[in-house]
C-alpha cells in the first residue's frame, strides 16, 4: 500500500523556519523523483520544489528560492523541505509528491494528505 505521511507543519512567526518530512512506504522510494507543492487557500496547487531520485538535479520555484531547501534521505525514505525565513505568503497546505515517469505508459503519481503551514504574527 503507497503511503506519503507528511509532518512538521505548523504555526510560525514570520522570519521562522520550519522542516516539512515526508515518510514514504509502498513503492521504491529511491527511484522516484520527489516534489513539494503548495496549496494556499483560493489559490492552484504550485510546484514548490523537486529532488530528482539521486539528489543530483534539484529546482526551486523562484518564490522560495534562496529560503527554501529540499533534500533526501533514500535508506530512510523520507524527503524533507526546510523553510526558512518564512513569509505570510508562504502560508499554505504543503504536499508530498512521489512521480516517475515510464514512457508511453502513464507515469507513477502519488500524493500525500498535507500539511497545513501558516505564517503568522
Known amino acids: 500500500q503507497v503511503q506519503l505521511v507528511e509532518s512538521g507543519g505548523g504555526l510560525v512567526q514570520p522570519g521562522g523556519s520550519l522542516r516539512l518530512s515526508c515518510a514514504v512506504s509502498?513503492?521504491?522510494?529511491?527511484?522516484?523523483?520527489m516534489n513539494w507543492y503548495r496549496q494556499a487557500l483560493g489559490k492552484e496547487r504550485e510546484l514548490v520544489a523537486g529532488i530528482s531520485s539521486s539528489g543530483t538535479y534539484i529546482n526551486y520555484a523562484d518564490a522560495v528560492k534562496g529560503r527554501f531547501t529540499i533534500y533526501r534521505d533514500n535508506p530512510k525514505n523520507t524527503v524533507y523541505l526546510q523553510m526558512n525565513s518564512l513569509k505570510p505568503e508562504d502560508t499554505a497546505v504543503y504536499y508530498c509528491?512521489?512521480?516517475?515517469?515510464?514512457?508511453?505508459?502513464?507515469?507513477?503519481?502519488?500524493w500525500g494528505q498535507g500539511t497545513q503551514v501558516t505564517v503568522s504574527s
Open positions: 509502498g513503492f521504491t522510494f529511491s527511484t522516484y523523483y
Open positions: 509528491n512521489a512521480y516517475r515517469n515510464r514512457g508511453p505508459l502513464s507515469p507513477y503519481n502519488y
